[in-house]
């Protein structure tokens, strides 16, 4: 959190607090993803460059702290996790593809956290909105933990459970990579994640 906390102080120019409903399926044909794997920001931008993705909100989820700022959830307190929660397009990318971009960019053996962000607000979980995404999220965590027990000993770790309300982050969070590039370059090098991705999966990931 140290790490990351440092690079954010640059680009703040204003905090606003945006709190968003539960997710649930949209009036017009798009649906909603709950995912959180470590950083929001490095988690938005992987989801950002997927066909069909119509938007990504980094935000926070799990806690029972209603409306919750940054500052509370870096606390490690409020039970709350950074998530990103994506809206897509069912015509375009389907939910279990999602689930594939999103295997490719965590470390599931880590539920202390993700790369150099340590505690609980970071550790990695798939928030499933509804019955139907739970099951095709259970099934898929099956079909990594066996894929990967070939190459590691380690448990998948990652935990699925039901979504809960969203509570979009500040402004500046919004989009970080784009507003500032630099600074997210070197934060997501010096963390290491693309490094430990390759290393697990066997191919580079996006960033």
């Not at 606003?16 to 649906?31: F, I, N, R």
């Not at 039970?79 to 470390?107: C, F, I, S």
């Not at 099951?135 to 459970?161: R, Y």
């Not at 500046?172 to 994640?193: A, L, S, V």
Request: net charge neutral; aromatic share 12%; hydrophobic share 40%.
């Amino acid at each position: 959190m140290l790490f990351r906390s440092i690079f954010a102080v640059f680009g703040l120019a204003a905090v606003m607090l945006g709190v968003g409903p539960a997710p649930s399926q949209s009036q017009d044909k798009t649906a909603v993803a709950v995912f959180g794997s470590g950083c929001f920001w490095c988690t938005e931008s992987d989801f950002d460059k997927v066909p069909g993705v119509v938007a990504t909100t980094s935000g926070f989820m799990g806690g029972s702290l209603p409306n919750p700022s940054y500052d509370m959830v870096t606390t490690g307190r409020t039970g709350h996790v950074e998530v990103v929660q994506v809206t897509y397009d069912p015509a375009k990318v389907n939910y279990k593809q999602l689930l594939e971009v999103y295997w490719r960019n965590v470390d599931p053996f880590d539920a202390a956290g993700q790369f150099c962000d340590k505690g609980s607000h970071y550790r990695p979980v798939i928030f499933a909105v509804g019955a139907d995404q739970k099951k095709l999220a259970e099934d898929s965590k099956a079909e990594k933990a066996k894929e990967l027990a070939a190459k590691f000993k380690f448990p998948v770790v990652v935990s699925i459970e039901d979504a809960k309300p969203f509570t979009a982050a500040e402004e500046y969070h919004q989009d970080f990579y784009k507003k500032n590039p630099g600074h997210y370059g070197r934060y997501r090098i010096g963390c290491g994640r693309d490094a430990r991705l390759k290393q697990i999966w066997g191919a580079p990931a996006t960033n």
